[in-house]
């Protein structure tokens, strides 16, 4: 053990154990520096008669000694001033709380939790450590036929804090759905005259029907308020906002509301299985089935363009709503979240 080492004993909290791994690159300087200083202090220190051992402790550096030798060293070398700034002050010292121990394992609960506030020297705060998720905006697409309609639907019963945006359509009603609650059902002409009236956030033709998502939407208390305004308005209450789209429709939407939306595409087990699902329907005509399934085809080339792929299997819808909500679980959990600009 070499002399400055042995003088060390006591200031050990100076410097890094002798066991340990070799320093980084840039702390090493500045343990270079504190241990050449505290060679020269040990030096400084010499035994008066040589060859007799030195006193092993206490070693006779006070802190003020040590504070004015490092004092040069000190202005210089962050790492040594950090390190000096540890050292209390006498006056410090005594303002110190007296120790005072924790009490044994077997004490009351509250007496140990004020016992532990105290030695911190300030109560535990109750504020929750991650601040409420903020709201998602959530666009469901995917081919004719994959289950759009059924996965939201199913959503929107077993979650709350959802906002469906009603999108109008000029296709015929279906068995069981509702006007305005499913689609606001339109006629070719009254679609057109809107989109000529620009009412529309986006629309496109789908299978020879127009779909959109009309400007003008019907709100809380019933006022009419555009769809952005209304997602705006659902947004600032806090509820997360799902629409549904056409492949065309949320291509659309990604260049209004680019990273502010979370996108999925939902997807059939199997082509197979989408056409099976398509024809068991029984809402479309051969020929409108086989414009749906060609669509079908091009249309799961733009999966990639989406953030998320849900697999909404035959007889397992309850899976793919489980699916999305564990995307909307995910989203919300982020720590970074998705900064929403509409
Ligand atoms: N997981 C599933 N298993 C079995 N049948 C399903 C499943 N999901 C949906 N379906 C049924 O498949 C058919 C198509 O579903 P849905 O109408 O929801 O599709 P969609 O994607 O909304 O179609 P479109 O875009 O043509 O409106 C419906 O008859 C629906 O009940």
Partial sequence: M???RFLMGPLHHFGPPPTRTPLSSS???CSMIFRRLLTSLARSQAAPFPGLPRPISPPAISRNTVLSRLGFFARRREGIR??????SSPAEEAKRTPFVPLPPSTADKAG???RLEAMLGSPFS???FSPPPNPLILVVSGPSGVGKDAVIKRLLEVRDGLHFVVTATSRPQRPGEVDGKDYYFVSKEEFLSMIERDELLEHAIVYGDYKG????QVGTCFEVLSALCLIRDYLAKGFD???RVDIQGAATLRSVLGDSAVFIFLVAESEEALVKRLVSRKT???EMLLIRVATAREEVRHMKEFDYVVTNAEGKLNNAVKLVESIIDAEKARIHSRNIRI
């Fill in 2 to 4: 070499d002399k400055a």
């Fill in 284 to 286: 479309e005509t051969p």
């Fill in 213 to 216: 998502i009309p400007k003008k």
């Fill in 27 to 29: 702390a090493r300087p």
């Fill in 82 to 87: 950090s390190l000096l700034m540890s050292l």
């Fill in 112 to 114: 140990l939790f004020k």
């Fill in 126 to 128: 109750s504020d929750p």
């Fill in 241 to 243: 906002i799902v629409l």
